[in-house]
């Protein structure tokens, strides 16, 4: 469904950096539910027992327990709690698979009856976490098992989504640098207050940035997701804490403002003005539950002899509409050797940039700006040789770069995204009338802008043929260090279509 980023199962909390599971304190969000008179429970199979002689679900046997994915299971509220006690009732029950119990038996039982809590966590056993030495069919076979019991009551499916998380792909397939927050000025700037997301470094762990980490995949599946609907947003582990609370009422303090102006609330992977709560067809996974329950090796592949970039599946896939509407506007100062970036995300959603240089060592720079805000920094090109030359990374595909060198005569472009195209302004600040090539990755006629000493032209680029995606760059007739590129997709409230021009196999 989209492609979010790592961290904790949503179950609230401060940052670990590791799987110490040591016994912590802060409030989880389940106290704040519990307090807030909003039901829940964690469903799982008990292994050994959810106790500290049990591992808390931990266990060598990869076919029973939690895998240790029961998060509240490292905080000493639930560790100390009692039988009766909520804590211990919600958090540390659940099925006995060594006594012949079904993985799913009490999930089943309380869709059947109607008890479904409010908010449900589902921590499945090793086997079937689809983690690398784990059959993908494992965790299929498992999630068909988690729907067919959703969907066996269509008065609780009526009002259900099932969100199905993954925790890590270790970065080895991800070609897009997480956001991360600027870690001082020399790292780039931020409208938001960063500190809660800086690690001031333990003697142990190095002083950093925590930022997000490696994108995962998450599928969400409910009556208002249907339709193979691919949703972009910038989003992390806190996003489904911010969708309860925005469901619920219940609000997380533990989550930073840095990740609330840039991580969305997943509402935006929703169509709630949909009707059809009938459950999708999908294909049968009988086939895929495990023949035995023995741990089997890990799988080591063979790189090939001939080995080649893959390449994507064919066709498109609808798109979310998103709230972005950003920009990244250029000001050339060439008598004191200074390029100027502004950066804005537009009114209804804060992102992140990523800034590199093809001509500097000392980068990258983090930039974030929160929704309605904007900010700007300076670069000197005296650094570099009096040449500058920067890329800008945003999300959905938004790319700008930056290219020229302080002999350049004063032109310059701005990108704006209106309605379903893009406005191109040329401004010429020199002496000399400017000619100005405009190409268009996407297939479209190329075209030369001449622009007067003084003058302001703009054109209009139709993004009609590629659905509100483009790439355009602008170059200039007698002067091969400047480049302006533009790229990214033009949002109009409505729902599109995946890049059109990803190389497809």
Not at 84 to 98: F, L, S, V
Not at 109 to 135: R, Y
Not at 374 to 390: E, H, P
Not at 410 to 433: I, Q, Y
């Amino acid at each position: 469904m989209w492609s979010g980023y790592t961290g904790n199962d949503g179950t609230g909390g401060g940052p670990v950096l590791g799987n110490d599971e040591l016994g912590y304190g802060w409030t989880t969000y389940p106290e704040r539910l519990e307090q807030a008179g909003v039901s829940w429970k964690i469903y799982q199979d008990i292994g050994d027992g959810l106790d500290a002689k049990g591992s808390w679900g931990w266990i060598e046997d990869a076919y029973r327990g939690n895998y240790g994915d029961n998060s509240l299971l490292y905080f000493n509220k639930y560790r100390d709690a009692k039988p009766g006690d909520p804590w211990y009732d919600k958090a540390r029950t659940g099925t006995n698979a060594k006594a012949g119990d079904g993985y799913f038996d009490v999930l089943k039982a309380d869709v059947k009856a109607g008890k479904l809590p409010q908010i449900s966590w589902i921590a499945a056993p090793e086997a079937f976490s689809e983690h690398s030495n784990w059959p993908s069919n494992y965790g299929a076979w498992y999630i068909a098992q988690v729907l067919d019991a959703l969907t066996s009551n269509p008065e609780v499916w009526s009002k259900t989504a099932l969100f199905i998380t993954y925790d890590e792909n270790d970065g080895f397939f991800d070609h897009v640098v997480p956001p991360l927050p600027p870690k001082d000025a020399s790292r780039g700037k931020s409208t938001v207050d960063v500190s809660l997301d800086l690690f001031p470094g333990d003697g142990k762990n190095t002083a950093g940035p925590y930022g997000l980490g490696p994108r995962v995949p998450m599928l969400v599946v409910s009556p208002w997701s249907k339709g193979g609907y691919v949703c972009s947003e910038t989003l992390d582990h806190t996003s489904i804490l911010q969708f309860m609370e925005r469901r619920f009422g219940v609000r997380e303090s533990n989550i930073s403002p840095w990740r609330r102006a840039i991580c969305g609330d997943l509402t935006s992977a929703f169509d709630f003005s949909r009707k059809d709560t009938r459950p999708a067809p999908l294909p049968g996974t009988d086939a895929y539950e495990p023949q035995d329950r023995e741990r089997h090796p890990d799988y080591k592949p063979t790189p090939p002899a001939d080995p080649r970039m893959p390449r994507q599946e064919r066709g498109l896939r609808r798109a979310r509409p998103l709230k972005y509407a950003p920009y990244v506007d250029a000001s050339v100062d060439a008598a004191a050797g200074k390029l100027t970036l502004a950066f804005a995300s537009g009114p209804k959603a804060g992102a992140a940039f990523h800034i590199t240089s093809g001509n500097r060592a000392d980068g990258p720079w983090m930039y974030t700006t929160e929704a309605g805000k904007s900010l700007s920094d300076t670069w000197n090109s005296a650094y570099s040789a009096g040449s500058y030359d920067l890329t800008v990374h945003g999300p959905n595909g938004f790319v700008r770069v930056f290219k020229g060198s302080n002999k350049t005569a004063g032109c310059e472009v701005t990108a704006r995204h209106t309605g379903d195209d893009v406005e191109l302004t040329f401004t010429n600040k020199g002496s000399g009338t400017a000619r100005l090539k405009l190409s268009d990755r996407y297939g479209g006629r190329p075209s030369t802008v001449t622009v007067r000493p003084g003058a302001k032209v703009r054109r209009t680029v139709d993004l009609d043929r590629s659905r509100r995606w483009y790439d355009l760059t602008v170059t200039a007739e007698g002067d091969t260090a400047f480049l302006r590129r533009f790229a990214g997709h033009v949002e109009n409230g409505r729902p599109g279509v995946s890049d059109p021009a990803i190389i497809t196999g």
